[in-house]
């Protein structure tokens, strides 16, 4: 392995704040002595080139800067190598780095963390549909919320979590049952009609909703999260507890942790790290520690690991 740092970056995640956050984040290791090799893609193509193009150089670290959609989408290049990554959150949701508690609001100090960090091995969710193979590192979401997703990715304001609130709120006015049939770790696949289901490698989406609380991205299991049928006025009812972490313990909400989950259900879209990942029938599960990830120091074994 080399000794150098790869940056990544994606100039036009968050709206375009990924550029500035490039510039924060390459400044910082460079002030601290580090030689840094720069590369930043115009396209998710392009990026996913650029990560494969970065890895064979051997960085001893790569540095992502962008949203959860930039890094999942070069996760295939990533998940082959023993590299460590370091992610510079400069997309709209951020989720991946609430989860591992990295700084968000300051490039310079995420970047750092090439220098300064302890690797934390974390799981690799992937959906298998008729879009072929797909890596996610946070939830994949199904019904009602992937509508949401869908919708969010289509606005264009406000900015930040306000979007996907707004994209909620449009699709309430649209809602509808899901007839979903579902089967986990390898039971009968049978009908479970709902609003949604969510399944999370860490425990929130857009932007902070915890809509599988309690959700670690380093236990080997995925959370499920099946919502009965609602109404529009129940399902507003439900969002302040969704919002809190609380919902888990609403008697149409029922949550399982398995390995494996197959979904199915007429025109059914996945959303996950804010991108379309998959559609029509799908099985979800894990790629248990398949990815190394620089975190904080604070509460970090001697040997890098939780």
């Not at 939830?139 to 869908?150: I, N, Q, R, T, Y």
């Not at 790290?273 to 604070?298: H, N, Q, S, W």
């Amino acid at each position: 392995m080399g000794t150098h740092i790869a940056v990544l970056s994606n100039p036009f995640a968050g709206k375009g704040r990924g550029d500035h956050a490039a510039e924060i984040a390459i400044a910082r290791l460079r002030h601290e002595g580090a030689e840094v090799r720069c590369y930043a893609g115009t396209s998710a193509v392009q990026t996913a080139q650029l990560a494969a193009q970065a890895l064979r150089d051997d960085p001893a670290v790569l540095v992502v800067v962008g949203g959860d959609g930039t890094l999942s989408g070069i996760l295939p290049a990533v998940v082959a190598q023993p590299v460590p990554v370091v992610l510079v959150a400069a997309g709209t949701g951020n989720d991946l780095a609430r989860a591992l508690q990295l700084p968000r609001d300051d490039p310079g100090e995420a970047a750092a963390l090439a220098l300064h960090g302890k690797p934390r091995v974390v799981d690799v969710g992937e959906v298998r549909s008729e879009l072929g193979s797909r890596l996610f590192l946070t939830v994949a979401a199904l019904g009602f919320d992937a509508k949401v997703s869908d919708r969010t990715n289509r606005l264009r304001w406000p900015r930040g979590v306000l979007r996907y609130y707004l994209a909620l709120v449009i699709e309430l006015f649209r809602l509808r049952p899901v007839a979903f049939q579902v089967s986990v770790d390898g039971e009968t696949l049978h009908d479970a009609p709902g609003t949604l289901i969510a399944v999370g490698n860490t425990a929130s989406y857009g932007g902070g909703m915890p809509v599988c609380a309690g959700a670690a991205a380093d236990d080997g299991m995925l959370d499920i999260v099946h919502v009965q049928p609602l109404t529009r006025s129940r399902l507003i009812r439900l969002f302040p507890l969704l919002l809190q972490g609380r919902h888990l313990a609403r008697p149409e909400v029922s949550h399982r942790r398995a390995r494996h989950v197959q979904v199915a259900a007429p025109e059914l879209v996945v959303y996950a790290d804010g991108e379309r990942v998959g559609t029509g029938p799908c099985t979800i599960e894990l790629r248990v520690g398949a990815l190394a990830v620089m975190v904080p120091g604070e509460g970090v074994g001697d040997d890098g690991f939780r």
